[in-house]
């Protein structure tokens, strides 16, 4: 064992026993409380009167509908901020220009306005008595209490997720190959595809993933926005309130559970992205120094 390796030990032993022993338990404690026994009780409640009546939930014309709709969100958000946060990133972490900060400000600015407040400002925009309602009124236009809407907010509110992951990485990766690539003659293309994005494939796989979740989970701003119109504009969330809000709680907690069946989905392909990631690393950290593939194309 080498010098390092037994200063690391020393380093991560330095706790009594008992101390690990506390601070291991308060952890497990707190995810009992906090984690399994929430998602056990929306289980327990889901199927209180059996697979029949849980099934029937989810089988239900508006709850069907709002799965639909949930689904069909994310699949128009994600994307669209996969190009802006990969735009955002690319930009603030591979140039040097007036307003970076300014730019970095607004790809933060959704974390700190509350979500209630952006589905307002959408409506406000966009509603019936807002800056462009007249003439989306005039032309035929629905965007306020219809899916536009509620995608418009649901973009909104998952803008930074991709963005926030990609930008320290590219910053601590550098310029260097990419410059290199384009010395030996790659476009920027070229140098985008076989030299940038390799590097950063998992955090954008990362944040393409806790992009995904918070947008079927969104229910502040697409509250706002959606109208709540049955079997037409309420997402899963809305869904189950509704459901809950009329005392159909078996219902309620059907839906609620195939949400966290999602969340856990999402975890599951988090962690293995994250273990991959460690992995990918680990081996680079141990492996020589090579020639990008990128530079051997172009060279």
């Known amino acids: 064992m080498s010098a390092t ?9 330095t706790e009594a026993p008992w101390v690990r022993a506390v601070l291991i338990g308060i952890a497990l404690l707190f995810l009992l409380l906090f984690l399994v026994l929430p998602l056990a009780a929306v289980a327990t409640e889901a199927l209180r009167q059996g697979l029949g009546a849980y099934f029937d939930a989810l089988k239900e014309p508006d709850a069907w509908a709002a799965i639909r709709l949930t689904l069909l969100t994310a ?4 994307p669209l901020n996969l190009v ?12 040097e220009f007036r307003g970076k900060a300014f ?3 607004l790809v933060d600015l959704p974390f700190s306005v509350s979500p209630v407040v952006a589905g307002l400002i959408y409506v406000l925009v966009f509603g019936a008595q807002g800056w462009f309602g ?42 260097d190959e990419e410059q290199a690539a384009i010395v030996l003659g790659a476009t920027g293309w070229q140098t985008f595809w076989h ?12 944040g393409v993933i806790l992009c995904n979740a918070r947008a ?14 049955r079997g037409q504009t309420n997402t899963m969330p809305l869904h189950v309130e509704i459901l809950y809000n009329e005392y159909q709680s078996v219902a309620a907690f059907a839906v ?30 141990e492996a020589p120094p090579e020639r990008p593939m990128a530079l051997e194309k172009t060279a």
């Open 5 to 13: 390796d037994l200063t690391r030990k020393r380093i991560t032993t």
């Open 75 to 78: 699949a128009i958000a994600v």
């Open 84 to 95: 802006f946060g990969v735009a955002a990133a690319w930009c603030i972490a591979k140039y």
């Open 103 to 105: 730019l970095t400000t």
């Open 134 to 175: 007249p003439w989306l009124s005039d032309h035929n236009i629905k965007i306020i209490f219809a899916v536009p809407g509620i995608v418009l907010a649901t973009v909104f509110v998952t803008f930074p997720f991709i963005a926030r992951e990609l930008i320290p990485l590219m910053q601590a990766q550098g310029n």
């Open 195 to 206: 030299v940038t994005l390799p590097n950063i494939k998992w955090g954008l796989i990362y």
């Open 216 to 229: 079927m989970g969104e229910f502040g701003a697409v509250s706002v926005v959606s109208g709540h119109i």
């Open 256 to 285: 609620a559970s195939l949400l966290a069946l999602l969340a856990l989905v999402t975890l599951v392909i988090k962690s293995l992205a994250e273990w991959k990631q460690e992995r990918d690393l680990k081996a680079a950290n």
